[in-house]
């Protein structure tokens, strides 16, 4: 009962959520089953949750106090308590700090990693283009260029898909969002791992759904899992990352994607697969879409991690029809696609010749940083899950009996951010992880810090 009363209060559950089903929390809490189903009938005696036949149990909103964010001790009795600490809290904190805020939590390189001096000449270039590039409305679709360059990019992986299937919009998450306001409606149950990017979680509040989560292996979901959750929820849509996973750094088995696949056929399931973080692999690994060929997979993608978080520009590539009835939503909310500018300028920098040299350099520097940061790491008795082939992010348990929500807590008081376990988990399990960036963890502050809330 205080662990659900626990997730009201912060915000993990708010009114009409699903509660965890009987067997799911069981085996979370490590308690029986009938243990569970005491503190669900006590609770709904309590007017807190709602049992619906059938369905499961659900919050009310009713019968609960005024609410205040969780109290955390930072380790004095005078002193100050932190806020709750949610995906809202991460995203905002690394958002908003100003320069001298170590953000090891965060989930971008450093400026001095990006291509500053493409960037540059890419927007000279683009002051001295045309009037109406600058000025007016882009196409509904987004520039040409760009989508034929992906076109291009999709063939080379084995994807024979043509214009009338990719289309560009403002960012990955507006990707994302476009495609949950096309297929959900309010109470849809959707799929995602479990840890899994946590703005996946806070996007799919917004609109009304019930967000369940299925266990990450290092091989990717755990199939067992995944197919019991097929059947008892019928999820209709699952959003993942294939490749190095956000947060665990896990890619996708050809084994896993298969029988993913083939469980998705059979139950009707649509994919959404998060390709974000394809570029910093050193070789290519089993892509859903690819397998699929785009079939009940719609591929996303954006170029925030490898060029600029600055300039906004993603991508959807799916069926034909779908692409179509998205184009008219992006209408609706945003008025076309793209900026004009924006997409120009990426498809300049990707045409140039430079991005695969800078790419390539990139995941050298990458390479060396995720050693480092394991060393360093493992001194204190923080140990990676496991240890990705590529990408900037290690997940990190760390020692036994120690938080990472009062780690986070205790680290942003000396001006260093970083991502506790269980922003990251939709069952709330991973509260002994915390996710580093290792391209973010040069400074010797980081680690200084790190110990001293530990201690």
């Not at 390189?109 to 001295?128: E, F, H, N, Q, S």
């Not at 959707?190 to 917004?206: G, I, Q």
């Not at 170029?303 to 939503?329: H, N, Q």
């Amino acid at each position: 009962m205080a662990e659900i009363w626990g997730r009201i209060a912060g915000g993990a559950l708010t009114p009409g959520d699903r509660l965890p089903s009987v067997r799911r929390f069981a085996t979370a809490m490590g308690v029986s089953p009938s243990t569970v189903v005491e503190a669900y009938d006590r609770l709904e005696a309590e007017g807190v949750i709602r049992a619906r036949r059938g369905s499961g149990f659900y919050v009310t909103g009713a019968g609960l106090p005024p609410r205040d964010p969780p109290l955390m001790a930072l380790g004095q009795a005078d002193a100050p308590r932190a806020p709750d600490i949610d995906p809202f809290w991460v995203s905002k904190q690394s958002l908003d700090a100003g320069p001298s805020v170590l953000k090891p939590g965060c989930g971008w390189l450093p400026d001095d990693w990006m291509p500053v001096g493409a960037l540059r000449k890419g927007l000279r270039t683009l002051a001295r283009a045309d009037g109406a590039l600058l000025t007016e409305y882009g196409s509904t679709r987004g520039p040409l260029a760009l989508r034929r360059l992906l076109l291009g990019r999709f063939a080379e992986e084995g994807i024979g898909a043509t214009l009338d299937q990719v289309m560009l919009t403002g960012s990955g998450t507006q990707a994302i969002d476009l495609v949950c306001r096309l297929l959900l409606r309010p109470g849809d149950a959707v799929l995602v791992d479990d840890p899994c990017y946590f703005n996946f979680h806070a996007l799919l509040r917004a609109h009304s759904v019930r967000v369940i989560g299925v266990p990450m292996t290092p091989a990717g979901p755990d199939l067992a899992a995944f197919e019991q959750v097929l059947a008892d929820e019928s999820p209709r849509l699952y959003i993942t990352n294939s490749a190095l996973q956000n947060p665990t750094g896990a890619t996708l088995s050809p084994q896993t994607a298969h029988r993913v696949l083939t469980l998705a056929q059979a139950r009707g399931l649509t994919i959404v697969e998060d390709d974000i973080f394809a570029d910093f692999e050193p070789a290519p690994s089993p892509r859903l879409a690819i397998l699929d060929g785009l079939s009940r997979v719609i591929r996303i993608g954006s170029f925030s991690k490898t060029l600029s978080s600055a300039i906004r520009c993603g991508y959807i590539a799916a069926r034909p029809e779908w692409i179509e009835a998205l184009s008219d939503l992006q209408i609706a909310t945003s008025f076309g696609a793209v900026s004009p500018v924006a997409g120009e300028l990426v498809a300049g920098i990707l045409t140039g010749g430079g991005y695969r040299k800078h790419m390539e350099e990139v995941r050298h520097r990458l390479t060396r940083a995720r050693l480092a940061a394991a060393e360093q790491l493992g001194r204190l008795g923080i140990v990676p899950w496991l240890m990705p082939r590529g990408g900037f992010y290690l997940w990190c348990r760390l020692p036994e009996g120690l938080e990472s929500a009062m780690i986070a807590a205790r680290c942003r008081g000396e001006g260093v951010i970083l991502a506790p376990g269980n922003v990251f988990s939709v069952a709330q399990t991973a509260g002994a992880f915390l996710r580093f960036n290792v391209a973010q963890m040069s400074d010797p502050r980081v680690l200084a810090s790190l110990a001293r809330a530990m201690g």
